[in-house]
């Protein structure tokens, strides 16, 4: 997948702020302040078209970038942050869950956790909700360099059985840092596109 012209297309918060068209999506998933931002801008070759927040909970809208009029990605606001009202997250539940049952567009799912922890609750939720959807998605964890690489395996074995994950879906290790990881997300991109 060659990249050359990616830009922030808008932001949304409800069906009829979504872009109206036919291009497909690919979307990001995942608790805040774990790597989604990074995870697009790193795809993209990009530095900060992606914000990246200093504090978790900063993305309100759903996000929709435009890769070459040929595919968006799309950055849906992280879930399980416990500084914020009851109902901003009640919202925010509600918009990433109509989303998810609304777009037509939708290709692929990429949910995004970090792989120095243990899933949430959160994470788990949402695993099953994917799990129990048609939807195809993978399970990316990031900030893999922050891990020795012979902790590598014993931290996707915890992530693949705490998220109980069927062996047909993929858990890939990544970083923003290094980019390990990349060339495996881009090209399972292509293949679903």
């Known amino acids: 997948m060659n990249i050359n012209n ?24 995942g608790r805040s302040n774990v790597g989604k931002s990074s995870l697009i801008n790193a795809l993209l070759n990009r530095k900060n078209l992606a914000k990246v927040a200093s504090k978790p909970g900063r993305t309100r809208e759903i996000n929709f970038y435009n890769i070459d009029d040929t595919v968006y990605f799309v950055d849906l606001p992280g879930y399980g942050y416990a500084k914020v009202s009851k109902d901003v997250k009640s919202a925010w539940g509600e918009s990433i869950e109509t989303y998810l049952n609304t777009s037509k567009k939708l290709k692929l799912i990429i949910m995004v956790v970090d792989i120095r922890i243990s899933p949430t609750e959160d994470d788990k939720m949402m695993n099953r909700w994917l799990a129990n959807s048609s939807l195809p998605y993978i ?11 012979s902790k590598l395996k014993e931290r996707l074995l915890d992530i693949s059985s705490t998220l109980e994950l069927d062996d047909n879906i993929p858990l890939i290790p990544f970083s923003a840092e290094t980019k390990q990881g990349r060339e495996d997300i881009m090209n399972y991109i292509t293949s679903v596109l």
């Open 6 to 29: 990616a830009k922030f297309e808008k932001g949304a918060v409800k069906p009829d702020q979504y872009p109206d068209n036919d291009i497909p999506e690919i979307t990001f998933v």
């Open 139 to 149: 399970v990316v964890a990031t900030k893999a360099d922050k891990i020795t690489r």
